[in-house]
């Protein structure tokens, strides 16, 4: 697992082991004889220990979403509401009425029906809480561990670590990705380029462009073959730019993504009754639904990590009607997703977690609105060798801030890495003379909400 | 009494910590030690934590050795004298900790050796301000202004010497070549000639050299061949539309709203090409600032003057905008904070904005502050062309405006305002849907739109100018205290400017940041002008130069130039000259593995960064060597054209950039409509145009490959890059080989690349899958074809070397 990217590099001949043959160009199969040589750097690798959980399926929500009006139920906050709490702050109740589901009676508020269907199958972690109350460095630290570094994006790690199930598709795709860092949030950091995120359009064809073949295979490959013949060239100049050897992955996983892409995306098989359970066809939640199917598929296709965002949840003002509208957008969408996932046996080793950069505030901004909140926030997971129906840590009986079993990102960095049979301390990459981790120096696993 | 242990413990501590922390020490302090102080002891005895108990502060060394009522808690060396110790072993009742739990004997012994090796603790630089109380911020701030480098007055540092003066051509090099050989590094060799011609190229202009200026600077052995082609660049139209895009990123500059309704700014491309022309005319950059700021608050000697000046302030107000908000004032409020936090950054590199509901956490502004600027901004009525008081009708969309527009000279409204008859969002949506099917740009280049251009422009004018109140925690609802409009109180100018009451202050701004006393204005665009050049900044954080940001590496070298800036006139162009003819810019970026492992990341400048070319040289290169580039700029822009509908409500199924693909302009050129960024740049990481971008992204994703190896765009140049090799009068396939590799990647082909081409030629032209035609020229023009597009494909034509 330690295996730095140069100690790859020394076992092969050049770059990525796709050897340089001097003949191929001539060979009348070239495809066959490159497929035989190349090693993928997403070849699976063997997790530390026996996995739990054999990929994720992240769900992001982007401007972070109120906890105390979503997975933290709050009976003292109803009762505080309006009292003044100094500084010219007073609180605001929650907006939503909470009631319990499943056998675990658990606590979840009206604003989504659906998903409280799948209670019993939910870990809620209610202690929650990170370092940064702004956007920008919040959302970095949320995906990558560090908020003031380029670090590699959590995918990527999970990406280097376990490779992928499926080498014509990348291991780490991020659908319609929006939040503040931009590329930073599935970027591959000091890892090689290889285990970056894929971003992948979320418009309601899901398409990607230039997936079409410009040449049959054959041609096209031979065509490939004299571009990374120069590439290699390049390569070998400019010594160890991870950055041309990443040109030359990505040339070769385009290439096999021209078959693998298509069938993946082509929903058509998909029964009309699928459809409906995600709420594609409906217009509040045709887009979500779609991009949580693409994610099913994506994952029973043997993508590593998957990413969708659902964006705007920073209500500092109109609270109730855009939370509603954005818990209407996902609700029926994800609660698509786990039956789905469910039904065909996949949830049991796949992670689903839902969540944002941070909370918000139990004070009232203006009349209907809250603050960023990073004392303490709520995030969800489910499947993937979690318990079900259970909530994690508590914040203090207003939801200001966590206060029993604490779980900071980095702890939750090294649960997610626990579950998919990796020890985060020991996922480390060598770079400018230090092995780094995604947790840092930091993270402990939170093994009480392991099965 | 008290006094004696603890001076003793101030005289031990030094020599306790004289030999530094080992790594292993410190490591086990993070694994060990220091996830025992968070999780047990932090609520109680932390910054952080809700409220401090015993007056004990457990969160840095010094904290722990000065102790809290019951005295100092640790001895460093001495854990069996250490009250810490006794506390988590429990001994003494009242004193045990923590008080609910008993911490295990493993981790009170890795407490015990901790001590004992002297408490090691990791170098701290920041200290999260948050939990501190006013008066510690205060003097936290203080401590700030005296110490963060970037607040410090510019020096003009004497050029330090150095043991191989012969490599050094100027000062600049005198600054670098120092560092190096502290560091026991050497420069790499210089480029090769042709190397450093491809890099200027792209460099000043954007554009590769074609093969006349190869062979020109080839044939050109006097040792002021480089001056003259730097000189030739600089003095190219190309140049501002290289240098006039980079400022684009910074001004995050579009032609749409953006958020969620994403209304068109018919009217940006005024700004856009205000500065371009700004960067050929080199125009001295504190007065492009000021004109920026408060162009329509300057004196004018002319009519044409004063339009110029109007325009440029549009650089204020063509950031997103969110029309849904219903509150007139909150809106106003929030594009003044779009304003204030756009100006701090991209002039200053400062985050002012986040002191706009508390006070600023990291750098030393007080939300007073922020509100004295606030007052400027919200004196200053924006007029984007679109109306700001039909804001929040979602079903309107009547909401384009001309009357929302700055007149410019020659303006005359329509005698008769015609009512937008795009009431209804069907029929808007209809308008739509007729525009895009229309024929009138199929396959067109583009170069004016279809509708009237009138002589109007965005910008900023004042408006009832006037003091605001601080708004607790940001809020609309929560006026306090009026606050007089002003400036930030750090970097600390004598005699600031004074704002008359009558005005917003926005010329006064202007003259405190172009102030010769303001230590950030020109060390920021310094700054900026050598991360283009090289691929990374002095300091590596461009758009910050605040606490969270990153230290300049060579602090000296960056105020020696931002000396030099100001004293040339603030000449960017001379700046960027001064740049280019360095030994420093002139070094190969040859990969060295020892001096690579010693400075992976290139801060020393051991070599020249080999670099991805941005988006835009991407797509143009592309156009040039395919010989299809258009260089004449189009007249205005698409957004003229596009029917009277938000389009982010049922247009952005349509993507304007899409019909304008045939376009051969370039790249700076292309619509920029947020959210519906043209695929070619798209892929290629353009700037997030949400906010101040001074250094993009660089990713290299599937999605490149696929576009290059698919895109009918990609492969229609290619097919032109053919006609232009098939038309060069060359005889012989190797010629035209190595004129093709000229073209694309400006060098010769070597031998082994020349009989590479001519087997992939010849394999095609065998392959019956691939020669399709029954025409032999055909064929031979669709192998050709293939092999210019896996030049174009290829990850050189993408780099810099």
């Known amino acids: 697992m330690t295996s730095s990217r140069r100690s790859i590099l020394r076992t092969t001949a050049c770059g990525f082991g796709y050897l340089a043959l001097a003949d191929l160009l001539t060979k009348a199969h070239a495809a066959d004889v490159a497929a035989e040589h190349y090693e993928s750097p997403l070849a699976p690798k063997q997790p530390h220990f026996a996995p739990k959980a054999k990929r994720v399926i992240f769900l992001y929500m982007q401007g972070a979403p109120s906890h105390v009006d979503t997975f933290d139920y709050k009976p003292a906050l109803y009762k505080a509401d309006g009292k003044s709490m100094g500084g010219g702050r007073s609180l605001l109740a929650p907006q939503w009425k909470f009631n319990k589901h499943g056998k675990s009676g658990l606590p979840i508020s009206e604003l989504f029906p659906n998903v409280a269907r799948f209670a019993d199958d939910l870990c809620i972690v209610n202690s929650m809480h990170t370092d940064q109350p702004a956007h920008p460095q919040a959302t970095i630290l949320l995906h990558t561990g560090s908020s003031r570094f380029v670090r590699p994006s959590m995918g990527s790690w999970v990406c280097y670590g376990l490779g992928s199930q499926n080498q014509n598709l990348p291991g780490y795709i991020t659908i319609a990705p929006q939040g503040q860092g931009g590329a930073q949030l599935y970027g591959a950091g000091f890892l090689p380029a290889a285990f970056e995120g894929t971003p992948i359009s979320g418009s309601s064809t899901g398409g990607l462009p230039n997936i079409a073949p410009s040449a049959p295979a054959s041609v096209q490959r031979r065509q490939l073959d004299l571009v990374q013949a120069m590439n290699r060239d390049t390569l070998r100049r400019s010594g160890d730019n991870p950055q041309i050897e990443g040109i030359i992955e990505s040339f070769e996983l385009g290439f096999r993504m021209q078959s693998a892409v298509p069938t993946v995306m082509d929903v058509s098989k998909e029964t009309a009754a699928t459809k409906a359970m995600y709420g594609i066809g409906e217009t509040a939640t045709d887009t979500f639904g779609k991009q949580c199917l693409m994610a099913r598929r994506f994952a029973e296709a043997g993508v590593r990590f998957i990413e969708l965002t659902h964006g705007n949840w920073d209500q500092h003002q109109q609270l109730k009607q855009r939370h509603e509208a954005n818990a209407t957008a996902i609700d029926k969408p994800i609660a698509g997703l786990i039956a789905d996932l469910k039904s065909r046996g996949m949830l049991k080793d796949t992670l689903i977690v839902w969540g944002g950069e941070f909370g918000r505030t139990p004070t009232a901004q203006g009349r209907d609105g809250r603050d960023h909140n990073n004392r303490g926030f709520s995030i969800w997971m489910a499947g993937g060798g979690v318990k079900g129906g259970m909530r994690h840590g508590q914040t203090d009986e207003l939801g200001a801030r966590a206060e029993v079993d604490k779980v900071h990102i980095h702890d939750f960095h090294a649960t997610l890495l626990h579950l998919l049979g990796m020890d985060h301390e020991r996922l480390t990459y060598r770079y400018a003379g230090r092995d780094f981790r995604l947790t840092d120096v930091h993270g402990n696993v939170v093994k009480q909400i392991i099965a | ?801």
């Open chain 2, 1 to 801: 009494m008290r006094l004696v242990p603890l001076l003793a413990i101030v005289l031990l501590a030094p020599a306790a910590s004289a030999a530094p922390a080992t790594r292993e020490q410190l490591d086990f302090f993070e694994k060990r030690i220091r996830p025992v102080l968070v999780g047990q002891c932090y609520k109680c005895h932390s910054h952080a934590g809700e409220k401090v108990k015993a007056n004990l502060l457990l969160d840095s060394r010094e904290a722990l050795l000065k102790g809290g009522d019951t005295g100092p808690a640790i001895v460093p060396g001495k854990s069996t004298a250490s009250l810490l110790m006794t506390a988590i072993r429990g001994t003494k009742e009242d004193l045990q900790m923590p008080p609910k739990s008993k911490l295990s004997d493993a981790v009170v012994a890795d407490f015990a050796t901790w001590i004992d090796a002297g408490a090691p603790w990791p170098a701290e630089t920041r200290k999260d301000a948050a939990g501190a109380t006013a008066a510690a911020q205060a003097s936290e701030y203080d401590r700030l202004e005296r110490e963060l480098w970037s607040w410090q007055p510019i020096t003009d540092p004497a050029a330090p010497a150095v043991k191989n003066a012969a490599w050094a051509k100027s000062d600049i090099d005198r600054f670098v070549l120092a560092r190096l050989e502290q560091g026991g590094l050497t420069p790499a060799v210089p480029a090769d000639k042709l190397a450093l011609l491809r890099r200027l190229s792209f460099d000043l202009t954007g554009l590769p050299p074609s093969p006349a200026e190869i062979e020109a600077f080839v044939r050109d052995t006097s040792p002021s061949a480089v001056e003259t082609v730097v000189d030739r660049l600089l003095a190219s139209p190309a140049f501002g539309e290289r240098w006039g895009r980079h400022w684009l990123d910074v001004a995050r500059y579009a032609e749409s709203s953006g958020m969620t309704r994403n209304f068109v700014y018919r009217y940006a491309w005024r700004y856009r090409d205000y500065v371009i022309r700004a960067f050929n005319e080199d125009k001295p950059f504190d007065r492009f600032v000021a004109e920026q700021l408060a162009g329509d608050l300057l004196p004018a000697r002319s009519v044409a003057e004063k339009d110029l000046n109007t325009i440029a302030t549009g650089f204020l107000c063509v950031g997103p905008r969110d029309y849904v908000e219903r509150n007139p004032r909150q809106s106003v409020y929030n594009s003044a904070d779009e304003m204030i936090d756009t100006v701090g950054r991209a002039f200053l590199a400062t985050t002012i904005a986040c002191a706009r509901c508390h006070d600023h956490k990291f750098d030393p502004i007080p939300t007073s502050e922020y509100y004295a600027l606030a007052g400027i901004f919200v004196s200053s009525d924006e007029q984007t062309g679109i109306d700001r008081r039909r804001r929040g009708a979602a079903n309107r969309l009547d909401q384009y405006d001309d009357d929302e527009l700055i007149p410019l000279a020659g303006y005359k409204p329509d005698p008769k305002k015609a009512k937008s008859d795009d009431d209804t969002k069907t029929e808007a949506r209809e308008a739509f849907r007729s525009f895009f099917s229309a024929t009138r740009y199929g396959g067109g280049d583009f170069s004016k739109p279809n509708k009237p251009v009138k002589f109007l422009a965005m910008g900023v004018k004042d408006d009832r100018p006037a003091d605001v109140r601080v708004l607790n925690r940001g809020e609309i609802t929560q006026p306090g205290d009026s606050v007089r409009r002003g400036f930030v109180s750090i970097p600390a100018i004598k005699n600031p400017p004074t704002i008359s009451p009558g005005q917003s202050g926005r010329r006064e701004l202007a003259q405190w940041v172009t102030s010769a006393e303001n230590p950030l204005t020109a060390r920021v665009m310094a700054n900026r002008v050598w991360a283009h050049l090289f691929g990374a900044g002095l300091v590596r954080s461009v758009d910050n130069f605040g606490t969270t940001g990153d230290k300049p590496t060579h602090p000296e070298l960056l105020d020696h130039l931002a000396t030099r800036f100001v004293k040339d006139g603030w000449s960017v162009k001379r700046l960027i000259k001064s740049i280019v003819l360095t030994s420093t810019y002139q070094q190969s970026a040859a990969f060295d593995k020892a001096k690579f492992e010693r400075d992976p990341e290139n801060h020393l400048l051991w070599r020249q960064n080999q670099r991805r070319l941005e988006a835009e040289a991407i797509r143009d290169a592309m156009l040039a060597v395919s010989g299809q580039i258009n260089p004449t700029p189009p007249t205005a822009s698409i957004a003229i054209d596009l029917p009277n509908i938000p389009l982010g409500v049922g247009g952005a199924r349509f993507n304007p950039a899409e019909l304008v693909s045939s376009t051969t302009h370039r790249s700076v050129y292309l619509p920029i409509l947020r959210n519906l960024t043209p695929e070619s740049l798209d892929v290629f990481d353009f700037a997030d145009n949400a906010n101040v971008t001074g250094q993009r992204d660089v990713t290299t994703v599937p999605p490149q490959a696929l576009y290059v190896m698919n895109s009918p765009f990609v492969i229609r140049l290619s097919r032109a890059m053919t006609d232009r090799v098939a038309g060069a009068g060359l005889q012989a396939d190797p010629a035209r080989i190595d004129y093709a590799y000229k073209l694309a990647l400006g060098r010769p082909a070597t031998p082994v690349e020349k009989d590479r081409a001519a087997a992939y030629l010849q394999a095609f032209l065998r392959d019956p899958k691939a020669a399709t035609s029954r025409d032999p020229y055909q064929n031979k023009h669709a192998a050709w074809s293939s092999l210019c597009q896996a030049l174009m494909a290829s990850a050189e034509f993408r780099y810099l070397n």
